[in-house]
């Protein structure tokens, strides 16, 4: 993922909350906030972010009901080809190989089977 800001530091602070629907785990949105590290960046604001990303979530139609927040760790970083969702009970981000779908295999793109 490519990252731009305006800021003129090299090297801005990036901390994530993945807000997710807490019956089922699925991810309902990612909200990377990128900045000096200080206030709102840094570990005084981790409650603020928390409820920017839930409002941006709540905002979306058809908004789960049970929307939990989870703060990334520092440094963490999304896999290619891989899917995501939060085990709910242990509180962090799980992940798959994501299936590949190839023409040569028409049961997996949803032709009828014979």
């Known amino acids: 993922m490519e990252i731009q800001s305006t800021l003129k530091d090299e090297n801005p602070k990036s901390e994530t ?6 019956s089922s785990g699925r991810i309902v949105l ?10 709102l960046y840094g570990p005084e604001g981790r409650d603020e972010r928390a409820r920017i990303a839930l409002e941006a979530a ?17 440094g963490f ?10 085990d ?12 590949a779908v190839t023409a040569a295999d028409p049961a997996k793109v949803g032709a009828p089977r014979s």
Request: hydrophobic fraction near 45%.
């Open 17 to 22: 909350c993945v807000v997710y629907d807490a």
């Open 30 to 39: 990612v909200h990377e906030f990128i900045g000096d590290g200080t206030g």
């Open 58 to 74: 709540r905002a979306r139609p058809a908004a789960p009901a049970q929307l939990q927040v989870l703060h990334t760790e520092a």
């Open 77 to 86: 970083t999304w896999a290619p080809e891989m899917l995501y969702r939060v």
């Open 88 to 99: 709910a009970s242990a509180g962090k981000l799980v992940s798959r190989p994501r299936l």
